[in-house]
């Protein structure tokens, strides 16, 4: 018997897919979105699988359409996915340099995402946007945890940027789940000036209004932001493949208008998507079609830059 996520996608010539924004070279007409997969998954501190999510989520595109009941757009008549490919061997020596290599061509394009992979692929990626001077970056995640820990893996992202030289004043953490930290991670995130919006905060205000505020304080002084979308943020029903995600976690809904916020906010350079390991999805992929939701929805968001 087939699982609901091996049912074939439908081919329509009146309803064109997704993956049909993916493409090898730029259009003149069309804004550019560069995406690059970055699986990092050795480091990690939950047993996981080596499998493929960038791979999954171009596949997932397939599940949808080009277009924005929301905006009354084609996502297709202005703007390309160029697919940049994946890093090889990001978990490897020189992974940096490989990333930052990938990630060149789309440095003044409108955005660059990020497949990862677990969340050391954060570090990877957002050190490459910085190119060695961390005064012109700044840094919001979307995280149930501070990522604060000492070592190299995928908890310890934001720490390994702050000893490079990110300052934690532009820093904002949204989303920081009960029972997922510690006091001594919250406390070294205090004493690195890091701004903290816990999941409470965000019940008594609207998530847009909330990413607004925290891309203002990451690009303050004119710094390019980086935006971390680590799925463990959302309630744990809705991201089965996340292995630390939690119950009482953000919506699928609410994860979807943070990244069309984001892909709209002109100082934005780059978003990731993280911690999503196709191998614990469930049968009907709901963590993988969320994600590819995700792009799009930034995709949808980048329309809406004035320039």
Known sequence: M?????????????WPNASSLLQRERRGDRRTVGLLGVSTYA????????????EAIRAAL???????YEDDADLAESVVMLDLGDVEE?????????????????????LTIVLGGDNAATYLALSALAG??????????????HDLREGVSNGSPVRQALAAGLDGAHVVQVGLADFANSPAYSQRARESGVHVVSRAA??????????????????????????????DVCDRSVVPACPAGVPGGLSADELRRVA??????????????????????????RTVR??????????????????
């Open 2 to 14: 087939r699982s609901m996520g091996d049912v074939a996608a439908s081919h329509d010539p009146l």
């Open 43 to 54: 480091t990690s501190l939950s047993a996981r699988s080596a499998r493929s999510t960038p």
């Open 62 to 68: 397939a599940r949808y359409s080009t277009w924005s």
């Open 90 to 110: 990001p978990d490897a020596p020189g992974a940096l340099e490989r990333v930052s290599a990938a990630m060149a061509p789309t440095r003044d394009d409108e």
């Open 132 to 145: 060695g001077d961390w005064r012109g970056v700044g840094l919001v995640t979307l995280d149930a945890h």
């Open 202 to 231: 965000l019940r008594r205000e609207s998530v847009e209004s909330v990413i607004g505020h925290a891309i203002d304080v990451a690009a303050e002084g004119g710094r390019r932001v980086y935006v971390d979308l680590d799925f």
């Open 260 to 285: 069309r916020a984001a892909g709209a906010d002109e100082r934005v350079a780059v978003v990731d998507l993280t911690e999503i390991d196709v191998a614990r999805d469930s049968a009907d992929e």
């Open 290 to 307: 969320l994600a590819a939701l995700v792009v799009l929805e930034a995709l949808a968001g980048v329309t809406r830059r004035r320039t």
